[in-house]
């Protein structure tokens, strides 16, 4: 079993920066992938951003590329998203998620093993 605690969401301007983090605990080291997903009210889930914890392989949908960077701090057990430049459309509760299978992204949320209770970012224009 394992256990996501996503954190670091909060309210900003159009224009500015915030940092997620996600930490997880229990049996850790059957994770290969660790993502982030959004949803808007209204919408679907949907991916964000991913990495490989073994190979560090990132991907991102094409919304945020370039603006978005996903990292991990491995002695930590914990993933961490900086969100740049962040845009009114960027406003959803954001999930942290992983998964046991090796994946590279898009991500459909039905292939993801483990969740986070999500962190809400709300973005101003």
């Known amino acids: 079993q394992v256990i996501l605690v996503d954190a670091g969401g909060g309210s900003v301007q159009a224009g500015g920066s915030l940092r997620l983090s996600c930490k997880a605990s229990?049996?850790?080291?059957?994770?290969?992938?660790m993502a982030w997903f959004r949803q808007a009210p209204g919408k679907e889930r949907e991916w964000v951003a991913m990495?490989?914890?073994?190979?560090?392989?990132?991907n991102y949908v094409d919304a945020v590329k370039g603006r978005f960077t996903i990292s991990q701090d491995s002695a930590a057990n914990s993933v961490y998203l900086q969100m740049n430049s962040l845009k009114p459309e960027d406003t959803a509760m954001y999930y942290c998620?992983?998964?046991?299978?090796?994946?590279?992204?898009?991500?459909?949320?039905?292939?993801?093993?483990?969740w986070g209770k999500g962190t809400l970012v709300t973005i101003s224009s």
């Open positions: 998620a992983a998964g046991r299978l090796r994946m590279y992204g898009p991500i459909s949320p039905s292939a993801v093993d483990y």
């Open positions: 229990g049996y850790t080291s059957s994770l290969n992938t």
């Open positions: 990495m490989s914890t073994r190979s560090g392989f990132t």
